[in-house]
């Protein structure tokens, strides 16, 4: 349940407004707070004229944000920035981001993979930037429409050491709470991009090759083996780069999975379909190149790796010669 802010209000800029930056920045919007969001083409379009609409499981909500626009120099600086973009379309924002940093301004990257968060630190600095993910299922099912999956969202951030949680990180935590987030700022957000990244490279490159969704992989009991090698193997190669888990990343990721509607599909399955790039690189080929350089085998991510690029290069082959 979200409840509106009776305090001071945080100035929330979230460049990349599709399924998750969109339902983040309608989230905030609501709550009261003035948020921008930077984003392009239709969708962008139908959130200015007329705001976001948010089905969820229990209910159909709406907001609207104080701006939409497409170019980050017309936002001013932030108290808070959410980095909502695909991670191959990170290295085009880097050269605008410091247009919205203010002196106490904070950076959350929402990116999957594991290398995000070190890219836009060497740019703003890591004392800025707040590792972070999102447990969702949400998509754009319209333009200016978001379908949620699961409610409520849940969002996990921290900054990277030796920094310690910020006043302002802080304070996000308790405006996504009033919001209507599930939201925790942790001591350390190296940790929870890893753990995000341990379930999503194996659940999105499963269900983009094969299909299927989340249903169908609880119930095939081969699949099943195939996915906890692969949550396994990710899992290895993070313990051997020393991070420190207080829960098995492995079971709460088969719990997670459990959790998600039958239909569920990753992101980059949905990606997949409608033609345009994945983020294979991010997910599984940074779990197998990381595995090589701390001498960990990683024989189920390879295939799977190895599988997606054949099929994207596939792809490009069919689309050159119709």
Not at 167 to 178: E, M, R
Not at 191 to 203: D, E, L, S
Request: hydrophobic share 50%; charged share 15%.
């Amino acid at each position: 349940m979200y409840r509106r802010t009776r305090g001071a209000t945080m100035k929330i800029a979230v460049i990349g407004a599709g399924g998750v930056g969109a339902y983040i920045g309608a989230v905030f919007a609501r709550a009261g707070h003035p948020v921008a969001l930077v984003a392009r083409g239709a969708h962008a379009e139908a959130m200015a004229v007329n705001g976001i609409t948010v089905h969820a499981p229990t209910q159909t909500w709406h907001a609207r944000p104080a701006m939409v626009t497409d170019d980050c120099a017309t936002v001013g600086t932030a108290d808070v920035v959410f980095v909502c973009l695909k991670t191959y379309q990170l290295d085009a924002l880097l050269p605008a981001l410091p247009s919205l940093i203010g002196p106490r301004t904070v950076v959350v990257t929402l990116q999957n993979g594991i290398d995000a968060y070190a890219t836009v630190a060497a740019t703003i600095g890591a004392e800025r930037t707040l590792a972070g993910l999102v447990y969702c299922e949400l998509h754009v099912e319209a333009p200016g429409v978001i379908r949620s999956g699961i409610e409520p969202v849940r969002l996990v951030f921290g900054p990277i050491p030796p920094t310690v949680p910020s006043a302002v990180a802080h304070a996000l935590q308790s405006a996504a709470s009033q919001a209507g987030m599930d939201a925790t700022c942790v001591p350390d957000g190296r940790v929870v991009v890893w753990r995000k990244a341990i379930f999503v490279a194996a659940m999105s490159a499963v269900t983009t090759i094969s299909g299927a969704g989340m249903g169908l992989l609880r119930d095939d009991a081969e699949a099943q083996i195939m996915v906890t090698a692969a949550l396994t193997e990710a899992y290895s190669v993070a313990i051997a780069e020393g991070m420190v888990f207080a829960e098995d990343p492995v079971a709460s990721a088969l719990a997670i999975a459990a959790s998600m509607p039958a239909t569920a599909r990753s992101s980059m399955s949905r990606d997949d379909a409608a033609g345009r790039p994945l983020e294979h690189e991010a997910l599984s080929g940074a779990i197998v190149r990381r595995g090589r350089a701390v001498g960990v085998p990683t024989p189920v991510n390879q295939a799977l790796y190895t599988l997606l690029r054949l099929k994207i290069a596939a792809r490009t082959e069919q689309a050159r010669t119709q």
